[in-house]
């Protein structure tokens, strides 16, 4: 609550209002508080909850992350780890360094409890991302790095565009996250299609078996990152190639284009465009995570995230079907303490294995 009603209100007012801004001065200065020590062990013992699974055979010391879209470039990796997350995922990265789309580009409905953004995988390239993590090292949590297609590359030269970011960023990470369905790149989501995701897939699954023969550790899991959007139909195609092809989870879901859900005055945001996230995905998500786990089983093992705002969200997800969560908007309009109330209230649930 004080969150709410003082600091984000402090926040926007010192930035004119401007989302982007206030996000990017809050990475900024977690950045630094990452390299500080002392302080992310005092938050770490406040924060941090001890709830540990193994899921895709790797530990994690609690079931909730930072999901992508909040530290692109991996900048306060420390720091996530100090507020409680138990895993962080980056990116999305990009095979080239870009920009984004133009501003403004990222947008806080607070009536809806939502975030509208169309960023646009605005990045500073693989090859950046995977000298910081060389030269900083990796945080004390698993990271996920999520992957996807540089817009200067056309649909069909995607495979090598996403295999070119495997390889220079396989040897910092944890999980893969491959991102075939933002809206905010054209042409992006028609890479979730059965022909086009079975070519994407079934090279990336034999680069990444190649890397790991090559530096003889296990191979990293490769993990699918859907769309809310797409019919059952098409979703139960994509388990089929993800099935196919090893893939060791997914990820459910990415941000919509629906604006179904949003409070009367947000109505302006209709015409929008982008993806939108937070409490109007929440329904959305739990049945899409539901579906996966009702087709897959455990064999693919769901990374739920969209519209989790506090326990009893996390919780449906979960009796749904994933076995991990992921935050994102919570997070950016709420502050840390969901994170410390979310965990809190899955430490005390009597969890039966699947």
């Not at 990796?138 to 790095?145: E, Q, Y």
């Not at 929008?272 to 087709?295: N, T």
Request: glycine share 10%; hydrophobic share 40%; proline share 6%.
């Amino acid at each position: 609550m004080l969150f709410d009603r003082i600091v984000r209100p402090a926040l926007y007012r010192l930035n004119r209002q401007d989302a982007e801004t206030v996000h990017e001065r809050t990475v900024r200065l977690l950045a630094r508080m990452s390299a500080a020590g002392p302080l992310t062990t005092a938050l770490r013992r406040y924060y941090r909850i001890d709830d540990p699974c193994t899921v895709f055979g790797i530990r994690f010391p609690n079931r909730l992350g930072l999901a992508a879209g909040m530290d692109k470039d991996g900048r306060a990796l420390n720091a996530w780890s100090a507020l409680g997350f138990g895993f962080v995922e980056v990116g999305t990265v990009t095979r080239h360094a870009q920009p984004g789309n133009p501003k403004p580009r990222l947008f806080t409905l607070e009536a809806s409890d939502a975030v509208l953004n169309r960023m646009g995988f605005n990045n500073a390239g693989a090859a950046a991302l995977a000298r910081r993590l060389a030269t900083t090292g990796t945080p004390d949590v698993p990271i996920g790095i999520s992957i996807g297609k540089s817009k200067v590359t056309p649909v069909e030269d995607a495979i090598s565009d996403y295999r070119e970011s495997l390889v220079t960023l396989y040897p910092h990470a944890d999980y893969v996250a491959v991102n075939v369905s933002s809206p905010n790149t054209p042409g992006l989501r028609s890479l979730q299609d059965r022909g086009a995701l079975t070519e994407l897939l079934a090279e990336l699954s034999r680069t990444s078996r190649d890397l790991a023969a090559a530096s003889g550790r296990g191979p990293v899991p490769l993990l699918v990152k859907v769309a809310p959007d797409l019919t059952f139909d098409a979703i139960a195609e994509l388990l089929d190639v993800c099935l196919e092809h090893e893939v060791a989870g997914v990820i459910a879901t990415n941000t919509t284009l629906s604006r179904d859900g949003l409070a009367p005055q947000d109505a302006r945001f209709v015409s929008e465009q982008g993806g939108l996230s937070g409490r109007p995905l929440a329904a959305r998500s739990v049945e899409v995570v539901r579906f996966v786990h009702d087709q897959a089983g455990d064999t693919l093992p769901i990374i739920g995230v969209g519209g989790i705002g506090g326990p009893d969200d996390a919780l449906r997800m979960l009796d749904a079907g994933a076995s991990l969560l992921q935050l994102y908007s919570a997070f950016a309009l709420h502050g840390p303490g969901v994170v410390r109330r979310i965990n809190s209230r899955l430490a005390r649930r009597q969890v039966v294995p699947r």
